[in-house]
């Protein structure tokens, strides 16, 4: 998959995009990140990407025709790509989205500064807004990197343990349920017996009441979504006692 990055800080991109999971799936061929300075597409002396908005206001506007040349340019070229625009008034950035872009050859991830962009990229040049959550970031560039993440982890090839993305949080609307390492017993704190019991259907079962008494408590909304089995709400009861006993025996040390 080709990521195509506009942006006016295309060097803020190498490192932590250069490591890890996602470094290892460029260097293998899996991925292909390419960043574009937005201000090489424009004109005049002094290159101008952005002016003050229309109709007075604070701050400064990215201005559309730099980045319309670099669309122009890129949206020519094969495979077609998807183009987005980076903004915190977009379409939120779930897992499901990341599966949906993970399927495309190529996309265009345009990464606003200042005020943002004007309007006319939006409406007339963009697929889709795509905002990586509620909260303002200082520039798209950070929300890039996220979705390039997100999405590099979900193309096949690109993880050892291909497994590990159908059971991880959000696949089926589920949040992950808890994971221990070694030691067995750390500061007084022990590995739940049941990790340690060799019980590979036991840990199953287990693992599975976590992740749904977890979803119902710190995730609701998601909680209310699933569709649950019998042997689900059986787990989850289980979950929920153990839940009211571990309180209780806390409460007893306290006492
Ligand atoms: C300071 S923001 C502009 C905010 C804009 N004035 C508004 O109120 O909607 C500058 C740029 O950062 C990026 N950005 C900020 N928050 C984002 C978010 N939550 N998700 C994706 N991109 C974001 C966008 O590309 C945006 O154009």
């Not at 022990?190 to 977890?214: E, F, T, Y």
Request: glycine share 8%; with cysteine.
């Amino acid at each position: 998959m080709i990521f195509d990055i506009l942006t006016l800080f295309p060097r803020m991109f190498a490192a932590p995009l250069g490591e890890s999971i996602v470094g290892k799936a460029a260097e293998r061929g899996l991925i292909e990140v390419r960043t574009h300075n937005i201000r090489d597409y424009a004109k005049g002396k002094h290159q101008v990407t952005d002016d003050r908005p229309f109709g007075g206001g604070e701050g400064m506007v990215m201005k559309p025709e730099p980045i319309m040349r670099a669309l122009d340019k890129l949206k020519v070229e094969d495979p077609q790509p998807w183009v987005v625009l980076l903004s915190p008034q977009g379409n939120l950035f779930k897992q499901e989205t990341a599966w949906k872009l993970s399927l495309l050859p190529r996309l265009v991830l345009i990464c606003g500064r200042y005020e943002g962009v004007d309007e006319r990229i939006a409406k007339y040049a963009a697929d889709e807004e795509i905002s990586i959550g509620d909260y303002v970031l200082s520039g798209g560039e950070f929300a890039a990197m996220v979705a390039i993440d997100a999405i590099t982890r979900l193309i096949p090839g690109v993880l050892g343990n291909a497994a590990s993305v159908q059971t991880e949080t959000f696949s089926e609307s589920l949040l992950e349920f808890p994971q221990y390492t070694r030691p067995q017993e750390y500061r007084g704190n022990k590995v739940p017996d049941v990790l340690l019991s060799g019980n590979h259907r036991a840990i199953k079962d287990w693992r599975r009441g976590q992740a749904l008494l977890r979803t119902k408590l710190r995730r609701p909304d998601l909680f209310g979504r699933l569709q649950l089995s019998s042997d689900d709400l059986r787990f989850l009861r289980i979950a929920e006692k153990h839940l009211v006993e571990a309180a209780e025996e806390i409460n007893c040390i306290d006492d």
